[in-house]
């Protein structure tokens, strides 16, 4: 792990390689990954980038140029803050630099969205996803009476990251859309009122509210509202005078937006996360096995490419309508452990006291649920372990498809994250999950060793 006074060093390395501030409109972080929208990614150069030390690898996902760093980079990022003006939110950079506007251009605008929008929420998330795991152990082995009120009161005190879950994201899509941040917070809390939603004989305007729908614990609608207030706040901004924005401006577009979220934008958003899991329960149907195996064994490739984050809210949608996911998860858990197996496999087998030592750094790393240094150090130089990987995250995903297991939140799975598999509804859900991370790792560390891999390709 990099030293602290080295963090500034790496970001100022950064800045100077990618092109200043003249070339970074915006500039985010996951668990990971320093992620930079560029004017022209085509000046930068992939190797000058990744020949930074403290750099693991480069990946093009998304719209942005995505630097990965690893469990450091949230250090990196506040030093990387600290060098310039970056608070472009989704400027259009098509304008700024020969960027073609085609489909995936705008795949990337929207993947980048909701990346923005989800990503600063996830520690809360995980966070109460932990905290009700514990409370649900707790009342497992007998501490807490799950009839009790302490229990009941513990609970629903942990669902409180999930509960105001559209709060957090309103927030985050109003900063990523370069809005008051606090506007979109509270369009967010508006859709979960409890004196409005899911109260009966409510109106607007002589417009009926659908008093069956909660939007608690959502994604869909406040991700849809945000992109409308962004123009609504647009519109507000060109023709109100100057003198009367810092009053008014914000709440003419809450004034405006809220009655067109309440009525329409938020049911609509409900509509998606509804029909994708509608969806999903149709795949399930005609072939889980099928399902498992095609979306675990292209996990690992989507979490190389950094667009594994895409199935963040589709995983929040089913735990906040069915109460946990036993789908999308269980596939994140045979990538991630498969993963650690790969890495661990190739420690072993590999010869070269180099690769050995890269190979030993990314399996205790991704102990932690952090798989980047694994494959962009190991596994994807190598190639063959990349396969080996997917062959064994498919079968460990088609395993778990059998057995009655799934988390009640999405979290980057490891030993330490696994309690998010403590499910009431499912009560040997843990026990089972501890259980297939150690398979998945040993699964993935004997593909390794039969397929193999070429040491002269790790350079």
């Not at 006074?5 to 092109?19: H, N, P, R, S």
């Not at 190797?47 to 750099?55: A, H, L």
């Not at 859309?177 to 409510?202: K, R, S, W």
Request: proline residues 5%.
């Amino acid at each position: 792990c990099m030293a602290k006074k080295d963090y500034k060093k790496l970001a100022q390395t950064i800045y100077e390689v990618v092109g200043k501030d003249g070339n970074i409109v915006n500039v985010q972080h996951c668990m990971t990954r320093l992620r930079l929208t560029l004017n022209n990614e085509g000046l930068v150069s992939d190797d000058e980038v990744k020949g930074i030390e403290g750099v693991t690898g480069v990946m093009h996902a998304g719209g942005q140029y995505q630097i990965i760093i690893g469990t450091d980079v949230i250090d990196v990022y506040n030093e990387f803050m600290k060098l310039g003006n970056f608070e472009g939110g989704t400027v259009d950079v098509a304008e700024k630099g020969d960027v073609k506007k085609d489909w995936k251009y705008y795949g990337g605008l929207v993947l980048n969205y909701i990346t923005g929008s989800m990503a600063p929420a996830l520690p809360v998330l995980i966070a109460s996803g932990m905290c009700q795991a514990a409370v649900t152990i707790l009342g497992l082995i007998g501490v807490l009476d799950t009839t009790s009120p302490t229990y009941t009161v513990l609970y629903q005190l942990a669902y409180a990251g999930f509960f105001y879950l559209p709060v957090f994201i309103g927030y985050n899509a109003a900063k990523k859309l370069d809005m008051q941040p606090l506007v979109g917070g509270m369009l967010g809390g508006a859709l979960i009122i409890p004196t409005v939603m899911g109260v009966e004989g409510l109106s607007i305007f002589g417009l009926g509210i659908n008093p069956g729908v909660s939007y608690t614990a959502s994604v869909f609608p406040i991700l849809l509202t945000m992109p409308f207030a962004k123009l609504v706040d647009m519109l507000v901004n060109k023709i109100l005078p100057q003198q009367l924005k810092i009053v008014l401006r914000d709440a003419i577009v809450v004034f405006i937006m809220a009655p067109i979220m309440v009525l329409w934008l938020a049911p609509a958003g409900g509509a998606i996360g509804n029909g994708i899991i509608a969806g999903v329960n149709a795949l399930n149907n005609i072939s889980p096995i099928l399902a498992a195996a095609v979306c675990g064994t292209i996990l690992p490739v989507l979490i190389c490419c950094g667009m594994h984050t895409a199935l963040i809210p589709i995983m929040i949608t089913i735990c906040g309508t069915v109460g946990y996911d036993s789908t999308f998860i269980n596939c994140f858990l045979a990538a991630n452990f498969t993963c650690l197996g790969a890495a661990l496999g190739v420690f072993l087998k590999a010869k070269k006291s180099g690769l050995k030592k890269v190979a030993l750094s990314s399996t205790i790393t991704a102990l932690t649920g952090i798989c980047e240094p694994a494959f962009f150090g190991v596994l994807i130089p190598l190639k063959k372990p990349l396969v080996a990987n997917c062959i064994a995250s498919g079968i460990i995903a088609i395993i778990c498809s059998f057995l009655p297991m799934g988390a009640v939140m999405p979290a980057a799975l490891s030993f330490m994250t696994l309690p998010v598999y403590a499910n009431p509804v499912l009560p040997s859900s843990l026990m089972l999950a501890y259980i297939m991370g150690v398979v998945g790792i040993i699964v993935g560390a004997v593909c390794v060793y039969v397929i193999g891999f070429d040491e002269s390709k790790f350079d």
